[in-house]
């Protein structure tokens, strides 16, 4: 019995969100989304039952913007299992080990029940290790248990509220909206927040801070690069997270057309486009969750005698340094971003190592990514002939497509792949508010979502089309 027929006799068992039996109007996705954005805000505010208020030092800290969620909460975990476990199907079915024609609608079926099955095996194994490594201060065993179940139970809504938005209830999915809320809170808190004094005495956000030096006639651009400790957000961090989003708006508007005509219409000609960052944001977020339990793994092992072994020398080994857990060593170290233009200084091999595993890892997922999504060039040819559409001046013959659109595709998906693991490495050494990973995804979730609401509001409003020129 092959891995797609296991999976079917699994299927049964494994919960399952059921598709709208008719569309969904737009105000009711949008109530839906809003609820579940409520939802998960709230349970990043719900202590988990006998750990301590005041928590030692977050393993997860460097990465919290990426995987969301609050140290000692229900949101404790984060996406960090769903991410992970999408990632190691995908892994198989691209490696070969699995065989999977994106093109069947059962294949694509059976993936997600096993998609569903790993991250559940993984919240588990994720829970236990997390509450039973001592990275949460506890009370007893039973309040140990207690948690244990909590995140489970937690991360298993957070599944189904992801997969209720994806499945047509709401808008987007539920990865993304928690990605973009994590990342807006970061920076938020780091150019408005008035709740702290910084070491130079203003407030901690860099805005408060820029006008608090304008109204009393200082010069506010003295503190440019630095405000008395390294965590403190400058004018610098501000101005190229500005150029940072310009940015990243340009390169996805960056597309080339191939000119495509259909068979049944004479004379319907236009451009298809294929843009520059093909494979748009996910090549990130699964590099996110690789780094991301390194980390954790990294973390358990230091303290555990494995610590002393050659697995330890290669995972890595974390301390506790100023209440916060710094990766010191291996693969933990290098995978995690020395953030800021001092630190980056201080340390520039580690700065660059960072950069350049972030664009490996994230060109190598770029390619894995477009065999097992349907994006690559044999899936959309097949699409494209299917629906009577053909490249002018060729037969339109699936192989013949193929073989005109196959260059382009996988050029821009190495290409696209190597660029946002390299502008996210970048972003992230030099400081960018939010980090560089952090705003790299919002920007694209944030166009997804305009483009999804701009979409629905002109198929609810059809006399929009041709106000806005479509």
Request: proline residues 5%.
């Amino acid at each position: 019995m092959g891995f797609l027929e296991a999976m079917e006799k699994i299927e049964p068992y494994i919960f399952q969100i059921e598709v709208p039996t008719r569309k969904v109007g737009f105000t009711t996705r949008l109530v839906w989304t809003g609820l579940i954005l409520v939802l998960y805000l709230i349970m990043g505010y719900i202590p988990l039952y006998g750990i301590a208020r005041e928590q030692g030092a977050d393993p997860w800290a460097a990465m919290r913007i990426i995987i969301g969620g609050q140290q000692g909460s229900l949101l404790h975990l984060g996406i960090g299992p769903i991410v992970t476990g999408s990632l190691l199907v995908q892994l198989l079915a691209g490696s070969g080990l699995v065989r999977f024609d994106p093109a069947s609608e059962y294949d694509r079926r059976m993936m997600q029940v096993a998609t569903k099955l790993f991250t559940m095996a993984l919240i588990i194994f994720s829970a236990v290790s997390t509450v039973f490594s001592g990275t949460l201060i506890t009370e007893d065993i039973r309040a140990r248990l207690i948690a244990t179940v909590q995140l489970f139970l937690s991360s298993l809504l957070l599944l189904m509220m992801d997969e209720i938005l994806q499945k047509g209830w709401g808008l987007g999915s539920g990865i993304s909206l928690f990605i973009l809320v994590g990342v807006a809170k970061e920076i938020w808190l780091e150019c408005l927040s008035p709740l702290a004094h910084a070491p130079d005495g203003y407030m901690w956000g860099v805005l408060i801070f820029f006008f608090q030096k304008i109204f009393t006639l200082s010069n506010p651009f003295t503190d440019f690069f630095y405000r008395g400790a390294p965590n403190v957000p400058t004018l610098f961090q501000l101005f190229l997270t500005i150029l940072f989003i310009l940015m990243l708006l340009y390169l996805e508007s960056v597309s080339i057309n191939i000119p495509i005509s259909h068979g049944r219409f004479r004379g319907f000609t236009r451009g298809f486009p294929i843009k520059l960052l093909y494979v748009s944001n996910i090549p990130v977020i699964l590099t996110a969750a690789i780094f991301s339990n390194i980390i954790m793994i990294a973390t358990f092992l230091s303290n555990t005698p494995l610590a002393e072994t050659p697995l330890g020398d290669i995972i890595g080994r974390v301390q506790i340094v100023n209440n916060t857990y710094i990766p010191v060593s291996g693969l933990a170290k290098l995978v995690s971003a020395p953030r800021g233009i001092m630190h980056a200084i201080e340390e520039p091999f580690h700065a660059l190592g960072y950069i350049l595993i972030l664009t490996l890892f994230s060109l190598g997922l770029s390619m894995v990514w477009l065999s097992v999504s349907g994006m690559d060039a044999r899936s959309i040819s097949t699409q494209l002939a299917e629906s009577d559409i053909f490249l002018r001046g060729f037969r339109s013959t699936p192989s013949v497509i193929e073989s005109k659109i196959a260059p382009y595709i996988n050029t821009v998906a190495l290409v696209g792949g190597l660029l946002i693991g390299l502008i996210s490495g970048v972003g992230d050494v030099l400081g960018v508010l939010g980090g560089g990973m952090g705003v790299l995804l919002a920007v694209d979730i944030v166009q997804q979502y305009y483009q999804l609401i701009l979409r629905e509001t002109l198929e609810t409003h059809p006399g929009l089309a041709k106000f806005l020129g479509g």
